[in-house]
Nanobody, 125 residues
Framework: QVQLVESGGGLVQAGGSLRLSCAASGRSFSGATMAWFRQAPGKEREYVADTRWKNGRTYAAYYAVSVQGRFTIVRANANTVTLQMNSLKPEDTAVYYC????????????????WGQGTQVAVSS
């Protein structure tokens, strides 16, 4: 049984930072894509960032334009991904979800097979 568990969410003031983590279990995600998505109340889920893992290192990283320069996604290992969020804005407030997939294109938003339950991030102004 594959599980993805997010952690690190919380309440922070605008301009502050948070670090989210996602730990996957149940199978190896070596060679797979792991990503972060977010969903604000009343809005659809949106892509944030993703990474590929190959030969023991992060192979590639992609970001949504809305978070470029502020967020950094890091693949700590085959089954762990983090999202360092700096210069947070109120519009970053959302539930952040970790996802993993074997067949996902560069910066892809489709074909994620596994999802976590989400962790809440709230940014106050």
């Amino acid at each position: 049984q594959v599980q993805l568990v997010e952690s690190g969410g919380g309440l922070v003031q605008a301009g502050g930072s948070l670090r989210l983590s996602c730990a996957a279990s149940g199978r190896s995600f070596s060679g797979a894509t792991m990503a972060w998505f977010r969903q604000a109340p009343g809005k659809e889920r949106e892509y944030v960032a993703d990474t590929r893992w190959k030969n023991g290192r992060t192979y590639a990283a992609y970001y949504a334009v809305s978070v470029q320069g502020r967020f950094t996604i890091v693949r700590a290992n085959a089954n762990t991904v983090t999202l360092q969020m700096n210069s947070l804005k109120p519009e970053d407030t959302a539930v952040y979800y970790c996802a993993a997939g074997v067949v996902v294109g560069p910066g892809g938003v489709d074909n994620y097979d596994y999802w976590g339950q989400g962790t809440q991030v709230a940014v106050s102004s």
